[in-house]
C-alpha cells in the first residue's frame, strides 16, 4: 500500500498524479462545515477544528504543483 502522495513516486512507477487545490473563503468554509454536521449525513470526522488544525500546518503548494488551482470566490 502506497502511503505517501509523492509526485516523484508517480513518475518513478509509471503512474498518473494530480493534486487539485481548491480555496474558499473562511465564512464559506465554516457554513459548508457546519450544515454538514448538522444534516449528520456526511461520513467525514472534518469539522472546524480539523479545517483549523490543516490551515495552521499545510504549507503553500510550489509553483511546479500549483498547476491547477480554483478559488471558489
Known amino acids: 500500500m502506497i ?3 509523492d509526485p516523484d513516486l508517480a513518475t518513478e512507477l509509471a503512474a498518473p498524479f494530480a493534486i487539485l487545490h481548491i480555496l ?3 465564512e464559506s468554509i465554516h457554513h459548508r462545515l ?3 454536521q448538522l444534516e449528520n449525513r456526511d461520513a467525514s470526522e472534518a469539522d472546524m477544528g480539523v ?3 490543516l ?3 499545510t ?3 510550489t509553483k511546479e504543483k500549483a498547476v491547477y488551482r ?3 470566490k
Open 59 to 61: 504549507k503553500p503548494l
Open 70 to 72: 480554483c478559488n471558489s
Open 55 to 57: 490551515k495552521a500546518t
Open 24 to 26: 474558499g473563503d473562511e
Open 51 to 53: 479545517h483549523e488544525m
Open 3 to 5: 502511503t505517501r502522495p
Open 34 to 36: 457546519i450544515k454538514r
